[in-house]
């Protein structure tokens, strides 16, 4: 176990003495040294900097890869993204969302996502455009993001011919926004 979770130089010394990184791979070994069927791990990787927060995933994946069932709660997409085979996704207590990541993303958000900068000539006529067909839009940090179908999207084209945008696949931020957007009055 030292060795697979990169301990083994931290042998002797106490628990308290090791970096968030090393003591959160340190209670995932213990969580598995007895190996257990199913592992729990409750945001692992809150609080850590980006290379611990890669070694934790690293961790994940192996025991994945070894055959045990990990559950996993986080509020960080990109790890849900990355770690999920299947995904649940939460609100106010409720089911919201279910299934393997893909096909969640395209159910709540769509094919596509659409980002149009605030300043962009034409915006505010492009946004009115895609409010009148019953879609909701988010701010993002000033700029729209739209979900969009293939068939949605081809008329967008056509419509804002020569507009600066932005065409990129879902993300499971995309899906959070989304139904944080479902959710308001």
């Known amino acids: 176990m030292l060795d697979q979770f990169g301990l083994r130089e931290f042998a002797d010394q106490k628990p308290e003495t090791l970096s968030g990184g090393y003591k959160r791979r340190l209670m995932i070994a213990r969580a598995v040294v007895h190996d257990p069927k199913v592992v729990f791990l409750d945001e692992p990787t809150t609080g850590l900097d980006p290379q611990a927060r890669m070694a934790v995933w690293e961790l994940v994946s192996t025991l994945r890869a070894q055959g045990m069932a990990v559950v996993l709660t986080t509020h960080y997409m990109d790890e849900a993204a ?43 006529e492009a946004i009115a455009w895609i409010k009148a067909r019953g879609i909701s839009p988010s701010q993002v940090l000033g700029d729209w993001h739209v979900p969009l179908e293939s068939s949605s999207l081809a008329e967008f ?12 696949p879902p993300t499971l931020d995309d899906l959070f926004l989304a139904l944080a957007e479902e959710g308001k009055p």
């Open 157 to 168: 084209v056509a419509a804002f011919a020569g507009m600066e945008y932005e065409v990129r």
């Open 82 to 124: 990355r770690l999920s085979d299947r995904l649940l996704v939460l609100q106010g207590g409720r089911v919201r969302a279910e299934g393997k990541p893909d096909a969640v993303l395209g159910d709540v958000v769509g094919e596509h996502v659409v980002v149009i900068a605030t300043g962009a000539a034409r915006c505010a």
